[in-house]
């Protein structure tokens, strides 16, 4: 399985090298659609890249199989978000074999940790028990998530933290997913790939009426709403305490 949303792919523009990542420099450079990488986990500092072809994931286009349907409705992993955003993305920095190098170094890793203080990046995790098997982070600005990378330690951990994202980012009322490169794996769960225009385009549209990029200032309502999904349980008559399985395979049964 692949571990990074944002995996290097056959177009990209890469600009010059940047040795200290600003967190507001990153808001900025999202809002215009350019995200930095670096080399390896030891790399200095990290380029930017704006790709030619860009990937998404309809949120309501996500391909719920069966088995992943039946996996998510039995709550085999317990899924949290923003319990441990640091081990998290620590996780999805660790070489494995077939990926001893990772584009995630220490700049991205402390400019990634302040953005999710100041209330932009967030995590999903998928537990085994206590242990931390697999999940995914990005960033969130106004109706859009930028899915950064994604990690699974157990079969299927990965695909079940990405479903929940997609319950969580419809029941928020955002509208556009973006996962930078296309993989097999995840044109499998529905990812497209568009031309960097529509791509645009689109992130215009997620970005409109958005008048800042601190949360101090007040959240807008043209932004998405993360937390929504957390707020479903104690509002419904159903389901009581934390989303269940169930309900993500209902949200996701919607439309898929």
Known sequence: MQGPLARIGGSRQR????A???PQLVLGAYAVGVFPMADARDAPGVFWV????RAILPLDGFRLSRSLRKTIAADRFRVTADRDFGRMVQLCAES????????????????????????FAHSIECWDGDELVGGLYGLALGRAFFGESMVSRRTDASKVALAWLVARLKAG?????DCQFQTPHLASLGAVEIPRADYI????????GVAGLSPESGAPSSSGDFGALDRLGAASDVVS??????????LLAQTS
């Open 15 to 18: 600009a010059a090298v940047t």
């Open 201 to 208: 385009a689109l992130l215009s549209g997620a970005l409109a």
């Open 20 to 22: 200290i990542l600003d």
């Open 50 to 53: 704006e790709p030619k072809q």
């Open 96 to 119: 494995v074999e077939g990926r001893p190098e990772t584009w995630i170094n220490a700049g991205i890793e402390r400019a990634f940790g302040v953005l999710h203080a100041m209330g």
């Open 241 to 250: 305490g934390p989303v269940s399985g169930q309900v993500i395979v209902q």
């Open 173 to 177: 009322g955002f509208t556009l997913l």
